[in-house]
């Protein structure tokens, strides 16, 4: 029997509950493919605070570093925000992971299932026959991490920087994605103004010479996140930066309908044993507006962790299994109160957990 080892991080506000839900997804796709994913639980973000007195604990590291994949929450709430910026659980966890990993790519797939076209706040003839846009935002470079940074009391300030090879294997990975896809890449840059977006705009023209079948274009950001809502089924790769493909993928996911569907794989190229390590969390956060009520929309994270099974343990059947039953279950009319609308079954997360992984278990 195929065996992976997991870290399993649920964090804070709907993390936790969202989390149960993929598990359970996780426990029929065990039983329905004869793999097990062996899972080790963290505690990370405002939970580990709590708990251990610090966002990102010595011990959580080390199961991650023990396992071939982490499965993630999300972190972060208003009951951590008046700590210092650097020990609150998203400068204090989520960046130093990422880092720590060298995650520097995320994907973030935002597809539209055509059962939601109601739910998006786009009319009908705007989203047109599909959407399919996969964001590839750099995940460990940019206004994130660049030094200095600081606060004084009469100023703050961040440094936003891009050295070429960071820029290089972001794009690389965008070009690879677009090939076996629609062949397009936009690449996203505010190089009018931004002297990092002049050299991130020459570094992705040379990379993009090696992939002759692929089409590029480069928009300002501002104009691209025009775009999406105008016409977002002009999009195929959309090549990022940190800052921009942060924003530019919240926006992408609420076109699909909700914050809610929207999931994310944030990987580091090849492991030493042949498998790619990865990070897998929903691209939204902790949504402490619904934290706690048992409504959250449980199939981002249910979709995170599909891509972990297809990217880091090569299971794509497993990954198309969820997919599938995800389709059914919404084809069947259930939805969670975000995606919602008339003549629909609303059901809450645990319930919408129980319908997909029942799909999957067939
Ligand atoms: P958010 O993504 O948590 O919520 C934005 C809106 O989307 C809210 O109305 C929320 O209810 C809704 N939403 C998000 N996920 C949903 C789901 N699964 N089902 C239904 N509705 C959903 O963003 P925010 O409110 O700006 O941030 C809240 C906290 O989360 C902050 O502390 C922030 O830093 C943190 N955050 C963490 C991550 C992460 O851990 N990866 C990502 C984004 C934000
Ligand atoms: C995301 C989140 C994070 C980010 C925050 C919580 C640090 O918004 O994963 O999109 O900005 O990267
Ligand atoms: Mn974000």
């Not at 998203?90 to 960046?95: C, D, N, P, S, T």
């Not at 896809?181 to 993009?208: C, F, P, Q, T």
């Not at 480069?218 to 790769?237: C, E, G, K, T």
């Not at 580091?268 to 897998?280: H, M, N, R, V």
Request: charged share 20%; proline share 6%.
């Amino acid at each position: 029997m195929k065996e992976f080892r997991i870290a399993v991080l649920p964090g804070d506000g709907i993390g936790p509950e969202v989390m149960q839900e993929a598990l359970k997804v996780l426990d029929a796709v065990e039983q329905r493919f004869g793999i097990r994913c062996v899972r080790q639980d963290a505690a990370v973000g405002g939970a580990a605070i709590d708990a251990h007195g610090s966002a990102l604990p010595e011990a959580t590291i080390h199961t991650c570093e023990n396992s071939q994949a982490i499965l993630f929450g999300s972190v972060g709430g208003p009951k951590w925000e008046h700590l210092p910026p650097d020990q609150q659980p998203e400068r204090g966890a989520l960046l130093p992971l990422r880092k720590h990993f060298g995650l520097y790519a995320n994907l973030r797939p935002a597809i539209i299932f055509p059962q939601l076209r109601d739910a998006s706040p786009l009319k009908p003839e705007i989203i047109g026959s599909q959407l399919d846009i996969l964001v590839v935002r750099e995940l460990t470079g940019g206004i994130y991490f660049g030094q200095p940074k600081g606060i004084e009391s009469d100023r703050a300030y961040d440094t936003m920087i891009y050295t070429r090879l960071e820029v290089e294997r972001i794009a690389r990975v965008a070009f690879e994605a677009a090939r076996s896809r629609g062949k397009l890449v936009h690449s996203i840059d505010k190089s009018n103004v931004l002297n990092s977006s002049i050299l991130w705009r020459e570094v992705v023209l040379e990379v993009a010479r090696d992939y002759p079948d692929v089409e590029l274009k480069h928009l300002y950001v501002d104009n691209a996140a025009m775009q999406l809502v105008v016409r977002p089924s002009q999009f195929d790769v959309i090549l990022c930066g940190n800052l921009f493909g942060d924003i530019l993928s919240d926006e992408a996911a609420m076109i699909t309908g909700s914050l809610g569907m929207l999931p994310s794989a944030s990987i580091a190229g090849s492991g030493s044993d042949g498998i790619p390590f990865g990070l897998y969390e929903p691209s939204g956060g902790s949504a402490p507006d619904i934290a706690g009520h048992g409504v959250a929309n449980p199939i981002a994270q249910i979709l995170s962790a599909a891509m972990m099974l297809k990217y880091s343990f090569g299971q794509d059947e497993a990954y198309q299994t969820i997919f599938t039953a995800i389709s059914d279950v919404l084809s069947e009319g259930y939805r969670t109160g975000d995606i919602a609308s008339d003549g629909t079954t609303r059901v809450g997360t645990a319930e919408m957990g129980d319908l997909i992984a029942g799909k999957v278990r067939g």
